[in-house]
């Protein structure tokens, strides 16, 4: 979502985080030109999927954790999801951030 590299041609363009360079820095694979740009988090913004698809939460005690998204609170900026596998398969979220969470491609 930067600005900074609408010269570039990169503005609002999706792409895939491939790799985690370090706690604020991650190298995406943009969707449309396979070109891989190394970006700082704050010039990203998450996608969130249809309601009946997958995300992955990146944040908080269920990091690492694929879940179904069940539902959004546009007014609150969250999502209701339901963990899907492991030791808190079927575990329902009802209040994640956005930002907590994103499409798993």
Known sequence: MSKALADKGYYKQKGVVRKVIDEYVGEIEMLESKHVLRVHQEELETVIPQIGELVRIVNGA????????????????????????????GRVLKAVEYEDICKVT
């Open 62 to 89: 269920y990091r690492g954790s694929n879940a179904r998204l069940l539902g959004v609170d546009t007014e609150k900026f969250c999502a209701k999801v339901q963990i899907e596998k492991g030791i808190y398969d």
